[in-house]
Each structure stands twice: as C-alpha cells, then as structure tokens.
C-alpha cells in the first residue's frame, strides 16, 4: 500500500482560507470514501477533524471542511486562526488491512 | 471521557523485541465495539498504522510489518499491548494507541504517544 502524498507545507494569514490536498490513484482514493483528516499539535495527541471524506465530529467547528474529486481529497480550513497552526495528516482506509496515511502537511499560521 | 496512556521502555536494543503497553481509562475494552490500534511516527516522518485488535481477540495488521507484529488484549487489566520484533533504528518512533472505527477506518480516540528509541 503507498503512502497518500501530501504538500509538505502550506501557510496562510489568520481570517484567510488554505487548502490542503491529497493524492492517491484511482485504485484507492478515486474509488473507497473512507477518507479521514486528523490535527497534530507536535507533543499532543492526534485529533480527527474530518471522517469518511466530508463528515465532521461533534466539537470541531465548521471551519474544517473536507472534499473529493477524482483522486484527490481536500481539506479546506475557512477563517484561519493562530491555533490552526498544526501538522495535517489525511488517511484512507480500502478495506481489508489497507489503512494508509499521508506524509503530513505542516501549516503555518503568518 | 475515554483514555488511552501508552507505556513502554523507552530504549530498546537493536534486533530484540520492543514491547508496548496501552492502557485504557474511562471506558472497557471489553465492552466496546471499537478495535484498539497502535500507530507509529518515526522522527520528522508521518503516522504508520501498525495494526488493531478486537476485544474478541481478532486481529489485522499493516503487511508492510505483519511478520513482525503481535497485539494481546488483557481485558481483565483494561489494557492492550503490541510486541514488535527484531527491532532497527528504523523503528524508532513515536508510537500511539487509539480507538480504531474499523468500518470507516478512523482513529477517534488518541494517547499521547510514547517515544521507543532502537539503539546500542
């Protein structure tokens, strides 16, 4: 199973909107929904922000938005904040023991 | 409120077996109708899942380290453990348990990690 890609970085200033993409093929991604997006604040533990593509848990503001076209997941973070500065992990799960993640995008609030 | 405390040594020799704890608090593992898993984030690298267990016993793990894996279920003490064998530097890592939503593939449930170091 390959690794989902990921930009290693991206930044935005606060109040602004920033998307994160990522990629797989059109054996994965492009055709299995069980995308999830998770938060990491480096020494905390991980948070899942974003569940089967588009569906957000109870407590994560709707800031956080996630989508799909084709073979690419996108997580879109609306209004910027200081404390949206983390470490972004997608993950895709294909069935069977196919669980995958990205390499992680780390976001700098300006 | 659901808790998970990873523990382990810390340090582990290269090629013996790096052995971790995940103790469950504010909740039964044998009760629930989660899996538990552990994932793994070697330094300046992404998260790895490594493999979950049922409190039935049923188990699956990443291919790319299924030879070298086992996880236990202690439901009595509350608490799962993976054993991982024949250990490299490439092993290092921050390991994590969580809760693990098997049908839709989710982690809704962390610890705070536990870093294992695989050195001389």
């Given amino acids: 199973q390959s690794a989902l890609t990921q930009p290693p970085s991206a930044s935005g200033s606060p109040g602004q909107s920033l998307t994160i993409s990522c990629t797989g093929t059109s054996r994965d991604v ?11 604040h480096p020494g905390r533990a991980p948070k899942l ?47 069977s023991n196919n669980l995958v993640f990205g390499g992680g995008t780390k976001v700098t609030v300006l | 409120q659901l808790q998970l405390q990873e523990s382990g040594p810390g340090l582990v020799k290269p090629s013996e077996t790096l052995s971790l704890t995940c103790t469950v608090s504010g909740g039964s593992i044998s009760t629930s109708t989660h899996y538990w898993g552990f994932i793994r984030q070697p330094p300046g690298k992404g998260l790895e899942w490594i493999g979950s267990i049922h409190n039935s016993g049923s ?53 705070q990690g536990t870093l294992a170091t695989v050195s001389s």
């Fill in chain 1, 49 to 95: 922000i974003i569940y089967e593509v588009s569906k957000r848990p109870s407590g994560v503001p709707d800031r956080f938005s996630g989508s799909k076209t084709g073979n690419t997941a996108s997580l879109t973070v609306s209004g910027l904040q200081a404390e949206d500065e983390a470490d972004y992990y997608c993950s895709l799960y294909a069935g």
């Fill in chain 1, 30 to 40: 492009g055709i299995y929904n069980y995308v999830s997006w998770y938060q990491h």
């Fill in chain 2, 59 to 111: 188990t699956y793990f990443n291919p790319s380290l299924q030879s070298r894996i086992a996880i236990f279920v202690d439901t009595s003490k509350n608490h799962y453990s993976l054993k991982l064998t024949s250990v490299t530097a490439a092993d290092t890592a921050v390991y994590y348990c969580a809760t693990h939503d098997r049908r839709q593939g989710l982690f809704d449930q962390w610890g």
